[in-house]
T-cell receptor, first 114, second 113 residues
């Protein structure tokens, strides 16, 4: 089954404790992206990657890092989480070669930073 | 500044009624996508439209891309409880080979049995 897998689904952590949210896709997609979803603000892009070793900032990159060492994986790293990073996070992937090709989203990671 | 405005934000109607939700922008998009998101899950793509004036149908759902490619509508005929969810539109703009998507804040639809 074609899918994007995120882990963990739920995470409660304390301020300043480094964490990583993993994301993996099995569709051989070139493009991967991380979004956060907050009430009233919609989905906002954090980082994206157009292919292996090619990453760039989205609209809200502060406090986050990413890496793309393999085509299928795109982890999101919070080096020193803060309460304002409490949110619902989604990883998504798509092919880059078709205009308007839609995203496949993961099921989300609900992060709470206390 | 929110580039994509969706209206209404909330809509609650009886099963069997028809409804239309709107997605408006002052910007031109190369494509417009509609997603539906259910609680606890990620958005799921419903349709993509890429040509101004394009109309696509998906069973009881009809999607239209505005002639100027700045707006879109989603019409549901004879709504059913299974249509309940958050509907998101997303506009795509090409930039050096990267098509950047901007999402609207969504329309939360509730169909009452």
């Amino acid at each position: 089954e074609a899918q994007v897998t995120q882990n963990p689904r739920y995470l409660i952590t304390v301020t300043g404790k480094k964490l990583t949210v993993t994301c993996s896709q099995n569709m051989n997609h070139e493009y991967m992206s991380w979004y956060r979803q907050d009430p009233g603000l919609g989905l906002r892009q954090i980082y994206y990657s157009m292919n292996v070793e090619v990453t760039d900032k989205g609209d809200v990159p502060e406090g986050y890092k990413v890496s793309r060492k393999e085509k299928r994986n795109f982890p999101l790293i919070l080096e020193s989480p803060s309460p304002n990073q409490t949110s619902l996070y989604f990883c998504a992937s798509r092919t880059t070669w078709v205009l308007g090709y839609g995203y496949t989203f993961g099921s989300g990671t609900r992060l709470t930073v206390v | 500044t929110q580039l994509l405005e969706q209206s209404p934000q909330f809509l609650s109607i009886q099963e069997g009624e028809n409804l239309t939700v709107y997605c408006n922008s002052s910007s031109v998009f190369s494509s417009l996508q509609w997603y539906r998101q259910e609680p606890g899950e990620g958005p799921v793509l419903l349709v993509t439209v890429v040509t101004g004036g394009e109309v696509k149908k998906l069973k009881r759902l009809t999607f239209q891309f505005g002639d100027a490619r700045k707006d879109s509508s989603l019409h549901i005929t004879a709504a059913q409880p299974g249509d309940t969810g958050l509907y998101l539109c997303a506009g795509g703009r090409s930039n050096f080979g990267n098509e950047k998507l901007t999402f609207g804040t969504g329309t939360r639809l509730t169909i009452i049995p």
